[in-house]
């Protein structure tokens, strides 16, 4: 049976306009926001979240979005764009984020990117790579034979065609395993081997082989960053998190797939539900705030177009800090 689909092109990266820009990237409590602030205060730079949940209208404390005071001392882009409802999809933001800098550019402006979702500085540095192709048909008739056989039945298929996306994928995740079967159907090729196009087309650095003082990112040893997380997610708690979840859930009932699975958010409607206690949701957004920083250490630590900071260096950001580091840029 033949399928209709469109086979995406790639898209281009950014990095012409990277180029003229100061990217400060960082694991979630690192400090890369009121450093990026201080910076922007300093040289009357934009700034540019690079951040898919500080996207979503609401999500303001727990996302750590900037207040109106912030906000009214340095133009921000990319934030309150979407209900929770809502769902992003790369190529999106990477169009938006490149009219933005375009925008800013043009206005003889200079440009602070800072964030910590590690996806969205893969864009910018490499573009999108070629997008699996897809088809309503295909993966009706594949959701179908889930239904008859079973998820299993499907995965040792898919062990057969593209054992590389089996080994990932669990047996029971049917949803996955449609998918990938879904793009091996349409195009004789394994998901797989979309989803390492960017390992096959890695940038150069532009800056020599660790990267230049305008793209950073900041690093701190694990237990000072997890005492950081910790102490900023009992403050956002009694700052009023739970009551922000609350008037969400009350407002949108439903919420997106990405906003859904935000790090604090899905813990605290629970507690809204009456699911979980709030001194254990404590426990459980720390932890799990800890395993979303290791990732994005992770991330950032392969890139190598960006260069490792000490944290503690600009902790308070302080004037002096500041100061030296402008100097070096």
Known sequence: MGYAFHMFTAKESVLPLLQQCTVIAGPTGSGKSALAL????????????????????????????????????VPHHLIDLLNPDEDANAGWWLDLARETLQSILARGKKAILVGGTALYFQLLFQGMAEAPPKSEAARNELEASVVEMGAPALHQRLAVVDPAAA??????????????????????????????????????????????????????????????????TREMITGG????????????????????????????????????KLEEAERKIVEGTCQVAKRQETWFRSMRMLTPLTGQEFQGTNESSIRAWLGRL
């Not at 201080?38 to 951040?51: H, K, M, P, S």
């Not at 008037?247 to 699911?275: C, D, H, M, N, P």
């Open 38 to 73: 201080a910076l922007a205060r300093e040289t009357g730079a934009e700034i540019v979240c690079v951040d898919s949940m500080t996207l979503y209208r609401g999500f303001n404390i727990g996302t750590a979005k900037p207040g109106p005071s912030d906000l009214a001392q």
């Open 241 to 276: 998190w739970l009551e922000e979840v609350a008037f969400l859930e009350s407002k949108y009932g439903t919420w997106g797939k990405t906003a859904g699975q935000a790090v604090g958010y899905a813990i605290l409607r629970r507690v809204f539900r009456g699911e979980l």
């Open 167 to 232: 080994a990932r994928i669990h047996p029971n995740d049917a949803r996955r395993i449609v998918r990938a079967l879904e793009v091996f159907q349409l195009t004789g090729r394994g998901i797989s081997q979309f989803q390492t196009q960017w390992d096959r087309h890695s940038v150069e650095p532009i800056c020599g082989p660790t990267g230049g003082e305008h793209w950073v990112w900041l690093s701190w040893p694990r237990e000072p960053l997890r005492l950081r997380i910790a102490n900023r």
